[in-house]
């Protein structure tokens, strides 16, 4: 991958040899090549740079079939240097990650993490295994982005000295383009009719072989400016003078019950950290009376021992006191690990069918 990349990003701008095809997939499941220049892919990289004070030294403990992980190669491209590679072929293990940032020689030292790879660490950490935790804390900063962090896990990196960067972005921005809210350099974000938008030099060039798709997606303006349009739902505010972004979620993920909206992630935040509870996923099945009736499927932290209708009983009138009582979930569901897709993002249509078949339901009215 390394070649390759490094062949493109030489490559004169414009010329076929200049793309790069990442793999992604849509609200609909369906998987999609999204093409990105070398000139995205490089205007991400400095961009990255520039907002982390400079260049540096990368680990890389995630496929580069993904975007997330393209990109820490071609920082690493960028920046002269070479990327350690962290052994995954037992997936991720803390004491692998440790060991991996051991080999790691840069005077300045970066990494690209999942909430789920970052839970792990915390995990075994409080477990009595602190080695990965503590490697994590000796980086310059740890990038966490292909989903949204709980708050409880990114307290628990702060108290352990983690110096965290969340991220967002996808596959048709090259990868994380707003920082910790904000924007990078030359990014540009808006919220239209609730979905957000982005524009800038990491925009991708198209969907490969999908003319239509690519056309919803990516729109100009009459100014010329090229925009994306994201299925994200998120607000924009304003915050000493600095517009900051809060993505609140998948507007295909939005669960209508009783006739009133409400955000899984919202919930799940609230949940995740409290009442013992380690990871949580807040899906819809299909019901008769509310049309879609909410339900918590989660993982429970090291210990813990809880029959779901005890969490049920906590749970509810904490989400109730806070989001109110449509956003309570009606049924709670344990299990070992959720069901994930790609690097470490929930795959909520597995964990929706999941639960359908726990509670005797016939159907989900979640999606991916």
């Known amino acids: 991958m390394r070649e390759q990349v490094t062949a493109a990003l030489a490559a004169p701008d414009g010329s076929p040899g200049a793309e790069l095809r990442v793999p992604t997939s849509g609200s609909t499941g369906q998987p999609r090549q999204v093409v990105l220049s070398a000139r995205a892919v490089r205007a991400s990289g400095e961009a990255t740079a520039s907002r982390l004070g400079g260049h540096g030294q ?24 070479t990327p350690v590679l962290m052994d995954l072929r037992d997936g991720f293990r803390s004491q692998h990650f440790a060991e991996a940032t051991g080999r790691l020689t ?34 310059d900063a740890v990038l966490l982005g292909g989903a949204a962090p709980a708050p409880a896990l990114l307290a628990a990196l702060a108290q352990a000295g983690v110096r965290v960067v969340t991220t967002y972005g996808m596959s048709e921005t090259a990868g994380g383009c707003v920082y910790d809210g904000v924007p990078l350099d030359g990014v540009a974000v808006r ?15 198209r969907y490969a072989d999908d003319p239509v798709a690519t056309a919803q997606a990516f729109r100009t303006g009459s100014d010329g400016v090229r925009w994306l349009r994201t299925n994200d739902v998120g ?6 003078g600095v517009d900051r972004l809060t993505v609140q979620g998948r507007g ?35 019901d008769a009376e509310w049309g879609t009736t909410v339900v918590a499927v989660m993982t429970l932290a090291p210990g813990v021992e809880q029959t779901p209708q005890e969490l049920l009983t906590q749970i509810r009138g904490h989400v109730t006191d806070i989001l109110g009582a449509p956003a309570a979930p ?29 509670l005797g339901r016939t159907g989900s009215t979640s999606h991916n």
């Open 330 to 358: 009606r049924h709670v569901v344990i299990v070992d690990e959720l069901a994930q897709r790609g690097p470490g993002k929930i795959d909520r249509r597995e964990v929706a069918s999941l639960a359908a078949r726990r």
């Open 235 to 240: 607000v924009l505010t304003t915050v000493d």
């Open 58 to 81: 990368w680990l890389l403990a995630l496929p580069t079939t993904h975007v997330a992980g393209l990109q820490v190669v071609a920082r690493s491209v960028l920046a002269g240097t």
């Open 191 to 205: 919220v239209h009719e609730g979905r957000i938008e982005i524009s800038g030099p990491v925009l991708a060039e």
């Open 106 to 139: 840069g005077e300045r030292r970066f990494t690209s993490l999942v909430p789920t790879q970052a839970h792990r660490l915390v995990a075994d950490a409080a477990a009595g295994s602190p080695a990965g935790l503590e490697a994590l804390a000796r980086y």
């Open 252 to 286: 295909d993920d939005m669960l209508i019950t009783g006739g009133v909206n409400v955000a899984p992630a919202a919930v799940e935040a609230l949940l995740t950290g409290a009442h013992g509870i380690a990871q949580a996923c807040v899906v819809g099945l299909a």
